[in-house]
């Protein structure tokens, strides 16, 4: 089974900042990483596929990099309605399809 | 427009069967490169891969809870079914059932059916 581990656990940061996320998985999985977002009481949003390609609708604020085992969302500018939790998942190996256990964006 | 539209108790007891049902539309359950999976959330939790299924009926399940999950599909009425059996309460949670195209990304997601275990 494939671990991803995000990093930080939470981010605490202000309107306007830039958002670093991090994704690292316990092997290489190229570039088969996605990155959803969940706010409270929504079902999850794909914002990237494939580490660094933007699904429809997800604005160009928003920027994945990364490949093998080390990955990176990007959020340029945050805007109020960033602030939520963030998910990686893997396509690489499955079964399992794995996601990472999250990363809190919080308002500092 | 693709939509899930999910339905299954609230409720259920310990030792039970939990049956959930989503009903699809907006694209075809015959399409050989479209999966259905579902994925649960225990409150205040991170997702958790349940099981997938294919048109040609190919199936696969997390390890975890192979022996205690099925997913079938019933074409006609555009509906995918999980079922697990012998809940306990460790299994409450948020389940959501999900579009996967060729098996990639979870690109639409089903409203979520918040399924409490409890006596």
């Known amino acids: 089974e494939i671990v991803l581990t995000q990093s930080p656990a939470t981010l605490s940061l202000s309107p306007g900042e830039r958002a670093t996320l991090s994704c690292r998985a316990s092997e290489n999985i190229f570039t088969y990483l996605g990155w959803y977002q969940q706010k409270p009481g929504q079902a999850p949003r794909l914002l990237i596929y494939?580490?660094?390609n933007r699904a429809t609708d997800t604005p160009d604020r928003f920027s994945g990099s990364g490949s093998g085992t080390d990955f990176t969302l990007t959020i340029s500018s945050l805007e109020p309605e960033d602030f939520a939790v963030y998910y990686c998942?893997?396509?690489?190996?499955?079964?399992?399809?794995?996601f990472g256990q999250g990363t809190r964006l919080e308002i500092k | 427009q693709v939509t899930l539209k999910q339905s299954g108790p609230v409720l259920v007891r310990p030792t039970e069967t939990l049956t959930l049902t989503c009903t699809v539309s907006g694209f075809s359950l015959r399409d050989p490169k479209m999966a259905v999976s579902w994925v649960r959330q225990p409150p205040g939790k991170a997702l958790e891969w349940l099981a997938l299924?294919?048109?040609?009926?190919?199936?696969s399940y997390s390890p975890s809870l192979k022996t205690r999950l099925t997913i079938s599909e019933d074409i006609s009425k555009s509906q995918v079914v999980l079922t697990m059996t012998n809940v306990d309460p460790v299994d409450t949670a948020t389940y959501y059932c999900?579009?996967?195209?060729?098996?990639?990304?979870?690109?639409?997601w089903g409203q979520g059916t918040v399924v409490a275990v409890s006596a």
């Open positions: 494939d580490a660094s």
């Open positions: 299924i294919f048109s040609n009926d190919e199936v």
């Open positions: 999900a579009q996967l195209p060729s098996g990639d990304y979870f690109n639409s």
């Open positions: 998942q893997q396509r690489k190996n499955w079964p399992p399809i794995t």
